[in-house]
């Protein structure tokens, strides 16, 4: 039932762990590449994709050792306060909270609601034993809105 297939087609990754010999890239360019992807305001996820696409990079990880949110975590000046995956959360809740206002009979979007805060909370908690946002940090409806802001 719970396979370690990958989606419908069940495609697997490869076995190979290295780095295959017909990447146009190095290590330390791949490095680079993250960087100035970085600074022109690309998320990690849009990284990987375009390196994949664009610079025939099959795995950053094989190539360098190291994840590309690490990479950037690790550069000097480029290291976000926030996660991403939290702070989509909250654009989320922003979205739904301004159209519960609009459409106050809306039930199942009052659901949705609740639901994205509270996996707004389990992060939070989980992201403060990590050290990765403020231990005191709590999730507040007015907070949400000036962070989206």
């Given at each position: 039932?719970?396979?370690?297939?990958?989606?419908?087609?069940?495609?697997?990754?490869?076995?190979?762990?290295?780095?295959?010999?017909?990447?146009?890239?190095?290590?330390?360019?791949?490095?680079?590449?993250?960087?100035?992807?970085?600074?022109?305001?690309?998320?990690?996820?849009?990284?990987?994709?375009?390196?994949?696409?664009?610079?025939?990079?099959?795995?950053?990880?094989?190539?360098?050792?190291?994840?590309?949110?690490?990479?950037?975590?690790?550069?000097?000046?480029?290291?976000?306060?926030?996660?991403?995956?939290?702070?989509?959360?909250?654009?989320?809740?922003?979205?739904?909270?301004?159209?519960?206002?609009?459409?106050n009979h809306?039930?199942?979007?009052?659901?949705?609601?609740?639901?994205?805060?509270?996996?707004?909370?389990?992060?939070?908690?989980?992201?403060?034993?990590?050290?990765?946002?403020?231990?005191?940090?709590?999730?507040?409806e007015k907070?949400?809105?000036?962070?989206?802001?």
């Open positions: 039932m719970h396979g370690r297939s990958k989606g419908k087609s069940k495609s697997k990754r490869p076995i190979k762990k290295d780095n295959p010999e017909w990447t146009g890239l190095s290590a330390k360019e791949i490095k680079e590449k993250i960087i100035e992807l970085t600074h022109k305001g690309h998320t990690a996820s849009e990284i990987g994709i375009t390196l994949r696409d664009v610079y025939a990079v099959p795995s950053v990880r094989s190539a360098t050792k190291l994840k590309i949110q690490k990479i950037i975590d690790d550069t000097e000046g480029l290291k976000q306060d926030f996660p991403r995956d939290l702070l989509n959360l909250i654009r989320k809740s922003v979205k739904e909270k301004k159209h519960m206002k609009e459409n809306d039930k199942t979007a009052k659901r949705g609601y609740q639901l994205t805060v509270s996996k707004i909370r389990r992060l939070t908690k989980y992201y403060s034993k990590k050290d990765r946002i403020p231990e005191k940090w709590r999730y507040t907070e949400a809105e000036l962070m989206v802001k």
